[in-house]
């Protein structure tokens, strides 16, 4: 489907440029063109009073796919500093349950260098089979290389869906593994399943500003892939007992590694306190902290409680607080066993990145703040006052006062 001008019939009178919300109409030498922000929302074509702006199919058609030549679930376990990230855990299991409802083989792939152990060990978590590609070139992150490697693979060995985390690896070299090998993807996923008519892949994801849940199929393309987002699923739990296979492929090498780029140093990253995405304990403050003085009062609470800090997208677009620290649907997600949040109101963006915590605890001087409606335990007053009272009882049960 595309839109087009009748270029003789359209008389520049420029109706349809007030019609279309995109801006995606320009006028070039009195005549209406389309540009690449048209929706297809069709606006401009009842606008048009000379009816020279028209709606077209497409010419191409795509060859009937065939399903059955593809099968299994992917899940590409990443590795950073030669230790695989926690978030492949919850990929394997969110993995597992794909895979059993259409009776397939659940695979993880594995790039690194001298991980033979962590390798197998990622059969523990439920993968039926373990791809492990062993070569210097791809012990540390370098999107060339590892684009090139697992196009490879898939192109040899089809599987049906392609899981990775929504994480700077994934964001960064997945699209260009879709791209190489000609399919769709979803990008950071919240939910999973298969559709138990069709057997297609459906990927859930927030939409609109997290205002809406849109779920997205790719039924004419294989394989599925999508990024997960992390902290959302239930991660699998290890069994010692789950037997599986071990595929090792020395050298990475295929005639096709893109080294345009080389990896020379990996700074680790140093913070203040603990890592947001891994913590179990997250202090968030938002826009009641007033300025950015009030973080120095978030930032004690959580070094006293060995957490992270977190913020509210409000208090990040303030600039009180770097938006490394931001939570929610345009930051980071989190899971922790006990979220705090201060002067945080909740909008829906900001609870779809923290409301899986076991454990919330609100405080807002506001009753009605959205915040309550998921908080375990809520705390209405001036968090001024309601957060030096915490730290002190913490400092008196610790002996410290």
């Not at 069709?198 to 939409?207: C, M």
């Not at 007992?241 to 080294?259: F, L, P, S, T």
């Not at 002067?343 to 915590?357: E, N, P, R």
Request: with cysteine.
């Amino acid at each position: 489907m595309a839109v087009v001008v009748i270029k003789n019939q359209c008389d520049g009178c420029e109706v349809c440029l007030d019609s279309c919300p995109y801006d995606a109409i320009e006028m070039i030498d009195g005549v209406a063109y389309i540009n690449e922000k048209c929706t297809l929302c069709m606006a401009c074509l009842e606008a048009c009073p000379v009816e020279a702006i028209i709606s077209e199919e497409s010419e191409t058609e795509l060859p009937e796919l065939e399903k059955d030549a593809y099968s299994g679930v992917w899940v590409f376990a990443e590795q950073r500093q030669g230790k695989i990230s926690s978030v492949v855990a919850e990929l394997l299991g969110a993995g597992r349950k794909l895979a059993d409802a259409q009776g397939q083989k659940l695979t993880a792939v594995l790039f690194g260098h001298e991980m033979e152990p962590s390798a197998r060990d990622l059969v523990h978590y439920g993968a039926d089979e373990v791809i492990y590609v062993d070569d210097p070139i791809l012990a540390q992150f370098n999107d060339g290389p590892y684009a090139s490697v697992l196009s490879d693979l898939i192109e040899k060995r089809r599987p049906g869906i392609v899981l990775a985390g929504a994480t700077f690896m994934g964001r960064s070299f997945i699209p260009s593994v879709a791209s190489r090998i000609s399919t769709g993807l979803t990008a950071d996923c919240t939910a999973l399943d298969i559709d138990p008519e069709t057997g297609d892949l459906l990927q859930t994801r927030p939409a609109f500003g997290g205002n809406i849940m849109a779920t997205i199929i790719c039924p004419r393309h294989r394989p599925q892939m999508a990024t997960v987002r992390h902290k959302v699923l239930t991660p699998a739990v290890r069994d010692i007992h789950h037997k599986g296979e071990v595929h090792i492929i020395n050298g990475a090498g295929n005639g096709r590694i893109d080294e345009k780029t080389q990896v020379l140093e990996v700074v680790e990253e140093i913070m203040d306190t603990v890592n947001l995405a891994e913590a179990d304990i997250i202090v968030s403050g938002g826009r009641g902290l007033r300025d950015s003085e009030g973080f120095k009062l978030i930032e004690e609470l959580a070094v006293l409680l060995g957490g992270a800090v977190g913020a509210s997208r409000s208090a990040v677009d303030s600039e009180w607080i770097p938006y490394s620290h931001q939570v929610g649907q345009t930051g980071k997600t989190v899971q922790p066993k006990l979220y705090i949040a201060c002067g945080i109101s909740g909008a829906v963006q900001h609870l779809a990145g923290m409301q899986s915590s076991d454990v919330i605890v609100a405080i807002n001087k506001d009753p009605d703040a959205p915040i309550f409606d998921v908080s375990t335990y809520g705390l209405v007053g001036d968090l001024f006052q309601i957060i030096p009272q915490i730290i002190k009882s913490v400092k008196v049960q610790r002996g410290e006062v």
